[in-house]
């Protein structure tokens, strides 16, 4: 049996146990799935990924560990009618406030929405062990084996540490600037955090696709403007946040970097939770328009990730601690309107013989923040699809709705403007 103690980014997205932090990807599949084949393909995702393979122990000394069972039982596969196509928002939130506390039981589970000619797929994680990224690698890899059962999955070996999974020359130079950038960090969070409650209430998804048009609108015009779709995503909410919220908005949008781009240890098709982030600002200037605001925060994105070591950065986590920032996090507003996590074109099939995959639905999760607003964007069959997460207590989802539908006509009107930008 071998067992690791949790990361800093994992023990921070664990929280504790009797907290839940679930991520659910569902997708839409037109066509008829056989238990059987389901159940055999979970096998292969499970055999391949350590973290599928292993529980969360707790040994009473607040850091908790990975551990690797070769008692555990298969991924488990709840199978519920069918009710409508609104059904798996329903099943989703449910899901979230699920704890994974079955003895022996994987860190992964599968909710199947089952009719005669439409399932939805709902695959269920815990946020410790998976990014966005994972959670469509483990989808991708389900689809496939669902659709060919002789193919194979090659497995990996689990890491025991950061500075296990990266090269030992590396780890040891960067030890002394790591250990007091952590002390600073402490002291931001100590300061930060005290005397702040934090406050209850109910999480709500909003959920929206922007058809193949208006998203290939949007493409060409970031492409004749020089821009990227993830800066004109950032404008667009920030402005309709200022434009609902007036004074009250922070203007800025707190962002996750895949962690893959920078650090080749991890592997594109591995599971992994943790992610470095970025905090973007919007230009207030009331004379500058859409597409100059997004070229001035495509400059800031790409000046911020060009100055990102991922090496040094994950090490460095290592010195922070987990339990200062889930409590700043839990009391503190932040200085951010939205987190944003743009995954971009899904590396998902879209064509499959025994069945047709309809549509995808971006991930959801429910964060036990103070700011839990969260909005999750890919794009699937040349659609934008878009799933923002919040909770009453923090963001009235009547609020929530108004914002949504500010940022829809902010992107139709950017994509317009874009055409005739110079």
Same mark, same amino acid.
């Given at each position: 049996?071998?067992?690791?103690?949790?990361?800093?980014?994992?023990?921070?997205?664990?929280?504790?146990?009797?907290?839940?932090?679930?991520?659910?990807?569902?997708?839409?599949?037109?066509?008829?799935?056989?238990?059987?084949?389901?159940? /055999?393909?979970?096998?292969?995702?499970?055999?391949?990924?350590?973290?599928?393979?292993?529980?969360?122990?707790?040994?009473?000394?607040?850091?908790?560990?990975?551990?690797?069972?070769?008692?555990?039982?298969?991924?488990?596969?709840?199978?519920?009618?069918?009710?409508?196509?609104?059904?798996?928002?329903?099943?989703?939130?449910?899901? *979230?406030?699920?704890?994974?506390?079955?003895?022996?039981?994987?860190?992964? &589970?599968?909710? *199947?929405?089952?009719?005669?000619?439409?399932?939805?797929?709902?695959?269920?994680?815990?946020?410790?062990?998976?990014?966005?990224?994972?959670?469509?690698?483990?989808?991708?890899?389900?689809?496939?084996?669902?659709?060919?059962?002789?193919?194979?999955?090659? /497995?990996?070996?689990?890491?025991?540490?950061?500075?296990?999974?990266?090269?030992?020359?590396?780890?040891?130079?960067?030890?002394?600037?790591?250990?007091?950038?952590?002390?600073?960090?402490?002291?931001? #969070?100590?300061? &930060?955090?005290?005397?702040?409650?934090?406050?209850?209430?109910?999480?709500?998804?909003?959920? *929206?696709?922007?058809?193949?048009?208006?998203?290939?609108?949007?493409? /060409?015009?970031?492409?004749?403007?020089?821009?990227?779709?993830?800066?004109?995503?950032?404008?667009?909410?920030?402005?309709?946040?200022?434009?609902?919220?007036?004074?009250?908005?922070?203007?800025?949008?707190?962002?996750?970097?895949?962690?893959? &781009?920078?650090?080749?240890?991890?592997?594109?098709?591995?599971?992994?939770?943790?992610?470095?982030?970025?905090?973007?600002?919007?230009?207030?200037?009331?004379?500058?328009?859409?597409?100059?605001?997004?070229?001035?925060?495509?400059?800031?994105?790409?000046?911020?990730?060009?100055?990102?070591?991922?090496?040094?950065?994950?090490?460095?986590?290592?010195?922070?601690?987990?339990?200062?920032?889930?409590?700043?996090?839990?009391?503190?507003?932040?200085?951010?309107?939205?987190?944003?996590?743009?995954?971009?074109?899904?590396?998902?099939?879209?064509?499959?013989?025994?069945?047709?995959?309809?549509?995808?639905?971006?991930?959801?999760?429910? #964060?036990?923040?103070?700011?839990?607003?969260?909005?999750?964007?890919?794009?699937?069959?040349?659609?934008?699809?878009?799933?923002?997460?919040?909770?009453?207590?923090?963001?009235?989802?009547?609020?929530?709705?108004?914002?949504?539908?500010?940022?829809?006509?902010?992107?139709?009107?950017?994509?317009? /403007?874009?055409?005739?930008?110079?």
């Amino acid at each position: 049996m071998m067992e690791r103690k949790m990361i800093v980014g994992e023990r921070i997205m664990y929280i504790d146990s009797s907290t839940s932090l679930n991520c659910v990807f569902t997708v839409r599949i037109r066509g008829s799935l056989q238990p059987a084949k389901l159940n /055999a393909a979970l096998s292969k995702l499970q055999k391949k990924h350590p973290s599928l393979q292993s529980v969360i122990k707790n040994y009473g000394q607040g850091i908790p560990y990975l551990v690797l069972s070769p008692v555990l039982a298969e991924i488990p596969v709840r199978k519920v009618e069918r009710l409508n196509d609104e059904h798996w928002m329903v099943e989703s939130k449910a899901e *979230w406030g699920k704890l994974f506390e079955e003895k022996d039981s994987p860190l992964a &589970r599968v909710v *199947w929405l089952w009719s005669t000619e439409v399932s939805e797929l709902m695959l269920v994680c815990p946020h410790c062990i998976c990014d966005g990224r994972s959670m469509a690698t483990l989808m991708g890899e389900l689809l496939a084996v669902l659709d060919d059962p002789e193919k194979e999955l090659l /497995a990996y070996p689990p890491f025991k540490s950061v500075q296990a999974l990266l090269s030992e020359k590396y780890s040891i130079n960067k030890q002394i600037k790591m250990r007091l950038l952590s002390v600073l960090a402490l002291w931001f #969070f100590l300061t &930060r955090s005290k005397g702040r409650k934090s406050v209850a209430g109910d999480n709500y998804m909003l959920h *929206w696709k922007l058809d193949a048009k208006n998203t290939s609108a949007i493409v /060409a015009a970031c492409k004749r403007t020089g821009t990227t779709v993830h800066a004109v995503l950032c404008v667009a909410f920030l402005e309709a946040f200022r434009l609902v919220q007036g004074e009250n908005a922070r203007g800025r949008v707190v962002m996750p970097v895949d962690i893959r &781009r920078f650090v080749p240890e991890i592997k594109d098709d591995m599971m992994f939770a943790l992610a470095p982030t970025l905090e973007v600002i919007a230009d207030q200037d009331a004379g500058l328009d859409f597409w100059a605001k997004v070229k001035k925060v495509k400059e800031e994105l790409v000046s911020k990730i060009a100055g990102l070591n991922g090496r040094e950065w994950l090490l460095m986590s290592e010195y922070f601690s987990s339990y200062q920032i889930v409590r700043y996090l839990k009391e503190s507003e932040g200085t951010h309107d939205v987190t944003l996590s743009n995954m971009g074109r899904l590396g998902i099939a879209e064509q499959y013989h025994s069945f047709e995959l309809e549509t995808i639905y971006s991930p959801s999760v429910a #964060f036990p923040w103070k700011n839990p607003n969260t909005m999750v964007v890919s794009t699937f069959r040349g659609e934008m699809d878009f799933m923002f997460c919040s909770n009453e207590a923090f963001l009235k989802e009547e609020e929530a709705m108004v914002i949504r539908q500010r940022t829809i006509g902010l992107l139709l009107q950017g994509a317009e /403007a874009g055409y005739a930008a110079v």
